[in-house]
């Protein structure tokens, strides 16, 4: 079993950047994917980037140019390097790890 504990989430005006993190509670170097995914009120949950088995990272179209996720195998952390961030990626923010998920950190972009 793997804990996930995100954050780095708050409050950003538009234009704005974040950094999340997600630490995990052992290494997560065995996992075949791994990624954030997001949740805006009222929405569904929507991929935002994972690292496929092969090492190739996807992106959402509404974040590529702007977003960029990234790890540290040996902090057993992921990252979620969000720029020009805009009121639309208001959302709360899960880490995902094979089959385990986060419990989130809320992103609000608000001027």
């Known amino acids: 079993q793997v804990q996930l504990v995100e954050s780095g989430g708050g409050l950003v005006q538009p234009g704005g950047s974040l950094r999340l993190s997600c630490a995990a509670s052992?290494?997560?170097?065995?996992?075949?994917?791994m990624g954030w995914c997001r949740q805006a009120p009222g929405k569904q949950r929507e991929l935002v980037a994972i690292?496929?088995?092969?090492?190739?990272?996807n992106y959402a179209d509404s974040v590529k140019g702007r977003f960029t996720f990234s790890r540290d195998n040996a902090k057993n952390t992921l990252y979620l390097q969000m720029n020009s961030l805009k009121p639309e990626d208001t959302a709360v923010y899960y880490c995902?790890?094979?089959?385990?998920w986060g419990k989130g950190t809320p992103v609000t972009v608000s001027s």
């Open positions: 995902i790890v094979g089959e385990y």
């Open positions: 052992r290494s997560i170097q065995s996992f075949n994917s």
């Open positions: 690292i496929t088995s092969i090492g190739r990272i």
